[in-house]
């Protein structure tokens, strides 16, 4: 769909009674708005210039002069880029050189300026509108583009495509850019990051065969910014249009068809678009269609006959009668881009970014807290607001509003005489109609009760209102009766940790979740509700969602959204429960991607560093769609030291992902969980365990083994055979066999923190060549001797004892670490690291 400012759309065709001036234009023609079947057209009449009737049809009907795509009806080109005028208008080209658009009254609308020396007008076969003195071209459409860039029209600095209050420009460094207002920069593309120039003039061009491509001296050769979806079909004509939506498109039109196709666009979410919907529109998606609304009753459509022009408040905040209060939106985000100078960024919680807009000294009109593990809320300090609603959005925003008032009826003559003349006071009445009603309902809840009392359902009431707390993000505390009946008695059994069991629930609204019973839980109620707090707290995309808890005498239970996928592990290897379903490449590669977010998150940009302590693939989910999810993140802290001690000794497929400082009695920090994770991509990319031993590895541990054979060059012969018959990403699988190896290091200060192995795997960061990882026989007795023996020099350069605790660096282990801040963990891992004596 072409869309132009005033929503302009091409009716215009080749009739039988055409005026075809394909020779030169002479100063003096003139085109007439009430004859539009009157052009100037090229040479072969590939385009045409003429009046075009506005669409949808205005009263009385208005008309544009502009220049067409005779084979399928584009506009390329407009005088005053739209600008209409009634049937009276005409379009002229002057004895002065000039173009010329006026309206009937005969007030100019456009004009383009004196070319003095003037003596022809040509429209060529390109699309281009040329005035010329006979040997020098003196103005062409070209070089004075509208919305439209056709092909062979070179697009340079300072040029600027305009539609309505959206703009497209190229600038020096060779980047691309949408602006909203000439202020609002919400669209950038660069060139490839492997170019490294210095750009002296670049040049945007569209090639007639799809190839939208930036060319300049300092460049050898052009380089290409976007591909048509027909890249390189013949018989098309393809144009890049800057809509009334904001957004750039590629749109390609085949001879004769009149239907122009839109083959790319620069935002792939329309919603992403800024002010889309106008001020204080909430855009949101009806099938694949945009669609504007407002944020709720408290605001009226500007325009009802058009949702995009945006929505005001029905009382404005100046006139509140009493105080303000913030409108709470779910998956809702109010577009901030870079660098705008309409909000402020805090680093808070949902109930800081809702209060602090709501009770801050400083003007705030909105905000919006992101749940997707950063932190961040932006605080809108100017009365616009680009919104945007999505179920797939993490965040939740707020807008401040008056609180709804509903202003009663003026009361008619004869209701008036009738209420002066009442000898009953008001107060009377209302207190006998409150009194009322409140005898109704304490009556019908009476009998309610009494029916519902042996009801089952009456039992999961409390959980039904408790649910309106999980929809707010806090977590539910259910019964154990509650939990027991969800669970039909603890029979649907999904699996068995070092945790405890976990078991398939049902809750009373119909949700679907894991119930896991604990087991070594010895704290009190008050403490347990802490740590379960501390872990509800943690929302980002690829951690489990921890929905409530259950602390009811001896019982200790958490729920669990729960992941239809299962856990990694039964994808990956095969055993003889488990076939290993195959995964492909493309999902192991986000596995691991997601895996390492979630750990950089519990890591890195929570309050308090979270070690997570038990890193394996049996402890990473996958929901319906394979995005990886990291669980059972802050249990350990919950497990009793002895009973803790029990489990990671004992058989619980933690074997092979110890970090040497755990068998060392070493300070376990978040380079414990690196380790782990190294050795969870190895994993990943080979189908199979870490610890195996077998004739193929040469006996060896397989990490060694595959250390060795990437130092052969032999990438292929560590891959998943499984995956021999696919396409993968051999680049993608040499980024993680290089962070695996970074990552299970022995020396804690030379793994990488987690952010950096994200940039590892994303490929943003350079990877060195890794040293080679150590064998470290895992045992209690043995394989602590032998690395603190062969270790001792090493720990003290990071200021560790190998005699035994420092005083100054000493840190309480208890499963889970927690710095201070949940930064600079590199820092935190060096400073705290120390040795247990042994006794």
């Not at 029209?153 to 190229?170: P, R, W």
């Not at 839980?521 to 347990?528: A, D, R, S, T, V």
Request: hydrophobic fraction near 35%; glycine fraction near 8%.
């Amino acid at each position: 769909m072409y869309l132009k400012t005033h929503s302009l759309f091409l009716t215009l065709f080749i009739s039988t009674i055409i005026i075809n001036t394909a020779a030169a234009i002479t100063p003096g023609s003139t085109l007439s708005a009430s004859n539009t079947n009157q052009t100037w057209s090229s040479s072969s009449s590939t385009f045409s210039l003429g009046f075009v009737a506005v669409q949808p049809p205005t009263s009385p009907p208005s008309f544009i002069a502009a220049i067409v795509y005779s084979g399928g009806a584009p506009i390329v080109w407009s005088a005053g880029n739209g600008s209409a005028v009634d049937s009276g208008g005409s379009f002229q080209f002057l004895s002065s050189g000039a173009l010329r658009l006026v309206n009937g009254s005969g007030s100019t609308v456009w004009d383009s300026g004196a070319n003095p020396g003037a003596t022809s007008a040509t429209l060529e076969e390109s699309g281009n509108l040329v005035i010329s003195n006979g040997t020098t071209t003196l103005w062409s459409s070209f070089e004075n583009p509208t919305d439209t860039l056709l092909p062979s029209q070179n697009f340079s600095v300072g040029k600027v495509l305009k539609s309505g209050s959206y703009s497209f420009s190229l600038i020096k460094s060779g980047n691309l850019t949408l602006k909203w207002n000439d202020s609002i920069l919400f669209w950038t593309q660069g060139l490839n990051s492997s170019v490294n120039v210095s750009l002296k003039s670049p040049v945007l061009e569209l090639q007639s065969i799809g190839l939208l491509q930036l060319s300049d001296a300092n460049l050898s050769t052009p380089a290409v910014v976007a591909y048509s979806s027909d890249y390189a079909d013949s018989n098309t004509l393809r144009v890049l249009k800057l809509d009334d939506d904001g957004n750039l498109r590629i749109y390609s039109t085949l001879t004769g068809s009149g239907n122009p196709t839109a083959r790319w666009s620069a935002v792939q979410d329309q919603c992403e678009v800024y002010a889309y919907c106008g001020n204080y529109g909430i855009c949101s998606y009806n099938d694949s269609s945009p669609v504007c609304g407002c944020p709720s009753e408290n605001f009226d459509m500007i325009d009802p006959n058009d949702s995009r022009k945006g929505c005001r408040r029905k009382v404005s905040l100046d006139s509140c009668q009493g105080t303000a209060t913030m409108l709470t939106l779910d998956h809702a985000q109010f577009l901030t881009y870079p660098p705008e100078t309409q909000s402020q960024v805090f680093f808070s919680g949902i109930s800081g970014c809702r209060g602090n807009c709501l009770s801050g000294s400083s003007a705030c009109f909105a905000s919006t807290s992101l749940s997707d593990g950063t932190g961040l809320c932006y605080q809108k300090s100017v009365d616009f607001v680009s919104g945007y609603h999505s179920p797939a959005l993490p965040s939740t925003s707020f807008v401040k509003v008056c609180p709804p008032l509903v202003p009663n009826p003026p009361p008619s003559s004869g209701e008036t005489v009738k209420q002066k003349s009442s000898k009953v006071p008001a107060w009377v009445v209302v207190v006998v109609i409150l009194g009322t009603l409140l005898c109704l309902v304490a009556l019908e809840g009476g009998l309610w009760m009494w029916c519902c009392r042996n009801s089952t359902r009456f039992g999961g009431l409390s959980a039904q209102y408790a649910l309106l707390e999980y929809a707010s993000g806090a977590p539910v505390q259910f019964s154990y009766k509650e939990l027991e009946r969800s669970t039909k008695g603890f029979k649907e059994k999904l699996g068995a940790g070092g945790f405890g069991a976990v078991y398939r629930g049902i809750l009373v609204n119909k949700t679907v979740v894991a119930v896991k019973q604990l087991e070594g839980i010895e704290q009190g109620e008050k403490q347990f509700r802490m740590e379960v707090a501390t872990i509800s707290s943690t929302h980002h995309l690829n951690l489990v969602r921890l929905i409530g808890f259950c602390s009811e005498g001896r019982h200790r239970l958490l729920v669990y959204e729960f992941m239809k996928n299962g856990s990694l592990d039964n994808f990956l290897f095969q055993t003889e429960e488990h076939s290993g379903k195959l995964l492909n490449w493309e999902y192991r590669y986000n596995i691991a991607l997601g895996t390492a977010k979630g750990i950089t998150y519990l890591h890195e940009e929570c309050r308090d560093c979270i070690v997570h302590c038990d890193i394996k693939p049996e402890n990473i989910l996958l929901d319906e769609n394979y995005i990886a999810k990291v669980s059972d993140f802050g249990l350990a802290k919950l497990i009793t030291k002895d009973h803790r001690h029990r489990t990671l000794t004992s058989v619980r497929g933690t074997r092979g992902y110890l970090a040497p400082e755990w068998l060392a009695n070493l300070q376990i920090t978040s380079k414990s969980d690196i380790y782990s994770y190294g050795m969870v991509l190895l994993e990943i990319v080979s189908g199979r365990r870490n610890f195996e031993v077998s004739d193929e590895t040469n006996r060896k541990k397989f990490s060694i083994w595959a250390y060795d054979e990437f130092e052969k060059g032999n990438i292929n012969g560590i891959l998943d055979k499984r995956l021999a018959d696919q396409e993968v990403d051999m680049e993608q699988v040499r980024r993680m066999l290089q962070a695996s190896f970074w990552c299970i290091q022995e020396l804690p200060s030379q793994r990488p923190p987690m952010s950096r192995v994200v940039q590892m795997l994303e490929g943003v960061a350079e990877i060195e060549k890794p040293p080679a990882p150590k064998s470290v026989m895992e045992g209690p007795v043995s394989g602590t001797s032998t690395y603190l023996s062969s270790n001792a020099s090493a720990f003290s350069t990071v200021g560790a004892s190998p005699h035994g605790p420092s005083s100054s660096s000493s840190f309480k282990t208890s499963g889970v670490s927690t710095f201070p801040s949940g930064r600079n963990t590199d820092k935190a891992t060096s400073s705290l690291l120390h040795v247990q004596s042994e006794t």
